[in-house]
Each structure stands twice: as C-alpha cells, then as structure tokens.
C-alpha cells in the first residue's frame, strides 16, 4: 500500500502548478553547485527517474517545487509533512495540546533515512528526494516552524495562516496573509511561469549567483550543518524575532507592516534561502560523496 501511494503521487506531472515558487527551486539550485561528483550524479540520476513516472524529464531544481504542486491538484495527503507547531506564546496563553506526530521534522527525518538505505529502491529514493529538497527549504523559512497561540488564535494562527495583512503590494504580489508573504520572500523574488524552460534555466543561475555573492558560503560556514534540530532552532528565533516582532514590536494583525519590516523579510529570506541551499548540500554530500565541493 506505500509503495503503491508513492507510485500514484510521482505520477502528479510538475506542470499542475501555474506558477514556480522561486524560493524552493533557488535553495535546490544553490545546493546542486555545491554538491561533489558523486551527489551530483545520483541526484541527477534520481531526479530523472523520478520513481519511473511518465513526467520522468525533469531537473533536480523542478522536482523541488513538486510537494506544494501536488496540493493543486486536491491532494492533501502530505500537507503536514510541510511544516511544525511550535508554539509561540508571548502573552503566556494556555496552550492546547498540539498532536502532530508526522511533521516537518519527521519527513526530512524519514528522507534523509531511506536515502541512506542502499537496499531502499529508486521508487521510495526518487520519492524522498523530492520530500527532503523541499522541505529542507521549507524549514529556513521560519512560518513553517512557529505557530502564535494568543487570545485571538486561542488554537494558533497556522504559522501566520490566520494573520491578515491589508493594503500590501509588492512586484505587483498581492500579499493579504503574513504566511504568504514569507513564503514569497515578501516580493523578493519573481514568480516563474511554468514550461517556460528558457526563462527558467537562465533565471536560477542568475538569481542564485547573486545570492551566495551576498551570502558566501565561507561566511554562512559556521550556521552551515546537517543537523536538523540546528536548522529548526534558528528558524524559531528568526520568527519571534523578525516575523511576529520587529525592532521590538509586535505584529498585529490586520495592520499594513512597514516598509522597514518588508525590507527586513527580503533580507532574512535572502539569508535563508542561501543557507538553505548550503545546508541541503551538505546533507547530500554526506549520504553520496564525503569530498567537500
């Protein structure tokens, strides 16, 4: 029955989605330049074989935006595995009890533990690739680890699902949900239509060279880690710091963030997504080649 779920989810073709997620596909583009000749080749190899499904043509940086594709399509059975609940409960509010026991940290858990099975087939590899490269990206971004528990979300606001932005467009993004806007890198980067190769294929190395310009790889060296409780911490004090307050203050909801505040997001999501990146690097090395690149 598992192997016959993961089989029907990597037949979902990548091309359900109207839109790329920018963010997701540069962490998986800045990883894959950092990767040694042996996690290259088996990333390559995996990516392309994508558990034999007819939609088998794709590159490692596409496969990488497949987890949020599938959703559009109806199919919600993976949802969980995007994010975590840890609470946030800076008014000291009586906390509900939170039963997730698949989570964020469970699937990257659960991949990096089947790829590091060499008895474990293509199909399950090809499958837990696509989990762990996404959701690797998923993780920096600090909305998909903290959720606010407080008088008005007495059952948590959804890691910021709940909370309302008004009167906010950025790059022409309509940004009406503070989940959103993080995700979206608040209008950091542009939106990538998909079959659109050329675009794409010139877009990420351009993007993705800019990024680890402003964030070396030798400087971000000491936060670089395949720890995954490391990755999941500073991601919690980046969303009490830097999302739920800023210089200070606390967010609310319904109100329109400052200028300084969007700027701060682009910042930190720059940050993060180059992290991201290095740090998904570093897990792939470590199961396929020890050489650093």
Known sequence: MKKLLILLLTLIPLSVNAWWETPHMLVAQIAYEHLTPEAKKEVDRLAKSQGRSPYSEVRFDEAADWMDAIKTTGLHALDVWHYMTEPYDPTSY?????????????????????????????????????VLTHVAGDVHQPLHVITLFSKEFPQGDQGGNLVKLTNVEINGQKLTELHAAWDFACG???????????????????LSKLLQEKFPKEELEPNITTNVDTWLNESLALGIKDVYNFNGKPLVSG?????????NCRGV????????????AAVLNEIYGKNKS
């Open 188 to 206: 950091e980067f542009p939106s990538l239509k998909v079959n659109e190769n050329e675009e794409i294929y010139e877009t990420l190395p351009k």
């Open 94 to 130: 009586p906390l509900p009890k939170v039963n997730q026991p698949e989570n964020a940290r469970w699937a990257l858990d659960k991949a990096i533990s089947i790829l590091k099975q060499p008895e474990a087939d293509d199909l399950e590899k090809a499958f837990m690739l696509r």
């Open 269 to 280: 999501c720059r940050r993060q997504v180059a992290l991201a990146g290095y740090c998904l």
């Open 255 to 263: 109100s329109t963030p400052s200028d300084a505040y969007f700027e």
